[in-house]
């Protein structure tokens, strides 16, 4: 049933339902090169993109600026038309069928609204329920919800040039869900946003995804979303996967290290020990990086064996870091 949105996994069986098998997206760029002259240039923005995203699955999609992520997502609502390869949302062609695919999906750029900036929010929420014919008993029952949820009752009567970024943005993702969308595309959805605000956010995402198996493909610079969110990663560069996976696999992949603090009786010398380097010195505390996949216990036996030890603690490494490591190590390949 097409209009039937609501997912139950255990009705529906589990499949993939996002598909991409090869697909590319090549931009025609006009380049400025004098008074009256120009040059045509390709970007290849998307390039041989494979990939499964199974139903109700909540997956960061992530890499650096001009990696190919809103292409990506463009092509997944129908916006944009791939160059080459196939790519099937709910078995749907996006594509060819823009008007049928946008019942099923939601989607949220957090940097532009959909929503009307003039009219108070409840008006823009008016519009969709007669743009997408939503029944109104469901319409009604999805209001609410997003209403108690998102926290919007004291703003529905806002005009949206008047909200705050953070509450438009709850807005925006009201709005992507009063038709029930089996699918929801998030683009920056935390971008700007106060620390409450992202909390707010991510702890509506993940009660939408556990209670309704809604499939989130979610794109963030903000590292602490997918930490917070999603099992799985997949990282974009050049528009081409270089990673997909959990999230912890991408310290493997980024061959990164660990952190050693030690709190030492009294201001020593850097402390020198194999298969660790010191990296940092503050009176008697000092910073140690090691391999990440090395024995900690061994290498604080090491230490305390030979030099004064008060106190220590591991620090894990930090997902930004190995992350900027694979670019930089991508870039010099
Ligand atoms: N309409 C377009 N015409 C020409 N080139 C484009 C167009 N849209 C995107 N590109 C180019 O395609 C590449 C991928 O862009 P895209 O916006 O998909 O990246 P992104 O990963 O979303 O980046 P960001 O994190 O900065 O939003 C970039 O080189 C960009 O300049």
Excluded at 105 to 125: A, C, E, K, M, N
Excluded at 129 to 146: F, Q, S, T, V, W
């Amino acid at each position: 049933m097409e209009t039937g949105l609501m997912t139950d996994p255990v009705r529906d069986p589990v499949g993939d339902f996002i598909e991409l098998d090869g697909v590319e997206k090549v931009f025609d760029v006009r380049k400025k090169t004098g008074f009256l002259r120009s040059e045509r240039r390709q970007v290849r923005a998307v390039d041989s993109l494979s990939f499964t995203v199974a139903r109700g699955e909540m997956v960061g999609y992530i890499g650096p600026n001009g990696a190919g992520k809103s292409t990506t997502i463009k092509m997944l609502t129908g916006i944009l038309t791939p160059s080459a390869g196939r790519l099937r949302v709910a078995g749907i062609d996006p594509s060819r069928e823009r008007t049928r695919l946008a019942r099923r999906i939601g989607v949220v750029f957090g940097q532009r609204t959909t929503l009307w900036w003039d009219l108070p929010l409840i008006d823009s929420y008016r519009l969709m329920h007669r743009m997408y014919r939503i029944p109104d008993a469901r319409y009604r029952e999805n209001l609410d919800r997003c209403v108690e949820l998102l926290d919007l009752e004291a703003l529905l009567d806002v005009p949206v040039r008047q909200l705050s970024l953070g509450q438009r943005m709850r807005g925006d993702i009201g709005a992507a869900l009063l038709h029930d969308p089996e699918v929801l595309y998030l683009d920056e959805p935390t971008i700007g946003l106060d620390v409450i605000s992202k909390a707010k956010v991510r702890s509506f995402l993940r009660d939408l995804n556990a209670e309704r198996g809604t499939t989130v493909l979610l794109t963030t610079h903000d590292l602490t979303d997918i930490e917070q969110l999603c099992r799985r990663v997949m990282v974009i560069d050049h528009g081409r996967l270089m990673y997909d996976g959990p999230l912890t696999g991408l310290h493997e992949v980024g061959e990164s290290e660990r952190t050693l603090v030690v709190d030492l009786e009294r201001e020593l010398p850097p402390i020198e020990v194999d298969s660790a380097r010191v990296v940092k010195v503050e009176g008697p505390r000092q910073w140690l990086a090691f391999p990440a996949a090395a024995s900690a216990a061994e290498l604080v036996a090491r230490i305390a064996a030979e030099f004064p030890l008060v106190d220590l603690s591991v620090r894990e490494p930090d997902i930004e870091a190995v992350i900027s490591r694979m670019y930089a190590e991508k870039a010099l390949s």
